[in-house]
């Protein structure tokens, strides 16, 4: 797995992800996000052309070596500055209170101990900072959640240990996050993988 998961998944995850249809979900969950931002799950850099203006300075957090080398182009591209300060999102090493803002791009159905690696995105955002994250996950829809449950042992096999069933919000709620605003809905594609949630949070002062 060694190699499927360094070298294979990266870039079938770059072309995956970086559609039209997910650019402009791109676009919506960056927007309103300022100054410094930690991304975890940085991955190739597909985020990079969604940022906006405000986003001078962003922390990257990415695994693998692969994504990192395809972000280049992108990151060479924008406006926007990036240092690359963690492999994983469990162990950010950044001071506390030293972001603005924080984004998550289809990364919390992946992270092993999600809820340690929130507590870091906490930890590093100063009160009143915002977090932003589209994630995929659990469907309300009681015979897609059935085959998301069934599916979900050769997702995490083939994906790197991505979870269809986990619940994005109610992850950042039981962070201590404040929701100011939670969209969920289909996207394009097989409703097992594309019941879509574009939030935004924030660290209460």
Not at 2 to 26: F, I, K, M, Q, S
Not at 155 to 183: M, N, S, W, Y
Request: hydrophobic fraction near 40%; aromatic fraction near 8%; charged fraction near 25%.
């Amino acid at each position: 797995m060694g190699l499927y998961r360094e070298h294979v998944l990266p870039r079938l995850v770059d072309r995956a992800c970086g559609t039209g249809e997910l650019r402009r979900w791109r676009k919506q969950v960056t927007a309103g996000l300022s100054g410094t931002v930690v991304e975890i799950g940085f991955g190739s850099g597909l985020n990079m052309p969604a940022y906006p203006p405000e986003v001078h300075l962003v922390y990257a957090v990415e695994p693998a070596a692969t994504a990192r080398r395809l972000a280049e182009e992108r990151i060479a591209e924008s406006h926007v500055h990036v240092e690359h300060v963690a492999l994983r999102g469990e162990s950010i090493p950044l001071d506390d209170a030293s972001c603005d803002g924080a984004l998550s791009t289809f990364t919390l159905c992946t992270i092993p101990q999600v809820e340690v690696a929130l507590a870091e995105v906490w930890r590093v955002l100063h009160p009143g900072g915002r977090f932003h994250y589209l994630e995929h996950g659990l469907s309300p829809d009681a015979p897609i959640a059935g085959w998301q449950r069934r599916l979900e042992p050769l997702q995490k096999r083939l994906a790197d240990g991505c979870h269809l069933t986990r619940d994005p919000t109610q992850l950042v709620v039981g962070a201590g996050f404040e929701i100011e605003r939670a969209d969920s809905r289909y996207a394009t594609g097989p409703k097992p993988w594309t019941w879509f949630t574009e939030g935004e949070a924030i660290k209460p002062a």
